[in-house]
């Protein structure tokens, strides 16, 4: 029904830059949709990195990633985007984005309905 796929994972060196991008397809994006990217890491939760409005004016962010990492979205394209700048050691994890059947993005992974595969990122010292 949805699919999300994420790219633009891969290794790069503390301080450097990324930008990740969810393509979604299926019946749900023809419609309203929230967006929302989430990471987790071995032996840890997963844990909400950001959240976008269908609009894209209204944005959410972890206090981990405020000021570095910045998400954007092309409704047109179907496309979801996590830039991330000065990425710490501390940032690597499989980084996944999800859809929510809203207009309002929330921070609960609970709340999403479809979920990519994920893209590794490694941030190296």
């Known amino acids: 029904q949805v699919q999300l796929v994420e790219s633009g994972g891969g290794l790069v060196q503390a301080g450097g830059s990324l930008r990740l991008s969810c393509a979604a397809s299926g019946r749900t994006t023809f419609g309203s949709y929230a967006m929302g990217w989430f990471r987790q890491a071995p032996g840890k939760e997963r844990e909400f990195v950001a959240g976008?409005?269908?609009?894209?004016?209204?944005?959410y962010y972890a206090d981990s990633v405020k000021g570095r990492f910045t998400i954007s979205r092309d409704n047109a394209k179907n496309t979801v985007y996590l830039q991330m700048n000065s990425l710490k050691p501390e940032d690597t994890a499989v980084y996944y984005c999800?859809?929510?059947?809203?207009?309002?993005?929330?921070?609960?992974?609970?709340?999403?309905?479809?979920w990519g595969q994920g893209t590794q990122v490694t941030v190296s010292s």
């Open positions: 999800a859809q929510r059947a809203s207009l309002l993005a929330t921070m609960g992974p609970e709340e999403y309905d479809y």
């Open positions: 976008i409005s269908w609009s894209g004016g209204n944005t």
